[in-house]
């Protein structure tokens, strides 16, 4: 009784998280757009370079000591060499929030309040990285338009290629080495 107004159990769409991972498929993937990949991540690396080494340029003394920490934390980042990737951290960098990364470097608010958050900018500092933060927007859409990234997961995964091969399984994986698409604030 009352069966008409249950609702039907809908069956779920399988996402490209639950197909398996072919890494021989991913690396010729890479290889095939290593190119194009590596001049996209150089050319964001300079837009980003620019913008870091304004943002310092308003840094308080102490501002600069967390900035200089945040910055070794970052390059320190997950290995790329080392062992193989398990299936769970190649899963991670293809399909681990890439919209928070468009985010990031698109709505500058966002990222505004983050580093606002983070450095304790004063209102005046605030409104010179909102300033530097429209000028590097400005220059990735303007690079995006001249010569968008061949595939944004394989531009997050492409720096791990030699940790696709024989894969690790998630259960042996210690748990030091594992790692995430972690949302971090960066500058």
């Given amino acids: 009784m009352g069966a008409e107004f249950v609702r039907a159990r809908q069956t779920e769409t399988p996402t490209l998280r639950d ?5 021989a498929d991913l690396i ?59 299936n769970d951290e190649v899963s991670s960098l293809l399909y681990g929030q890439p919209e928070h990364t468009l985010l990031r470097d698109m709505v500058v608010g966002i990222r505004l309040d983050s580093l606002t958050q983070y450095y304790h900018l004063d209102d005046a500092q605030r409104e010179k990285v909102r300033s530097l933060l429209k000028d590097r927007r400005d220059k990735v859409i ?14 997050r995964l492409a720096p791990y290629v030699q940790r696709l091969a024989n894969p690790a399984s998630d259960a042996q994986a210690p748990s030091a080495q594992k790692f995430s698409a972690r949302r971090e604030v960066t500058t």
């Fill in 19 to 23: 197909r398996p991972i072919n890494r």
């Fill in 28 to 86: 010729k993937q890479i290889d095939s757009l290593k190119p194009q990949l590596d001049d996209f991540h150089s050319r964001m690396t300079a837009i980003d370079a620019e913008f870091e080494q304004k943002f310092e340029e308003l840094l308080t003394p102490q501002q600069h000591s967390i900035h200089e920490e945040h910055s070794k934390k970052r390059q320190s980042g997950p290995p790329i060499s080392g062992p193989p990737l398990t």
């Fill in 142 to 155: 303007a690079l995006i338009d001249s010569s968008p990234a061949p595939s944004v997961s394989l531009l």
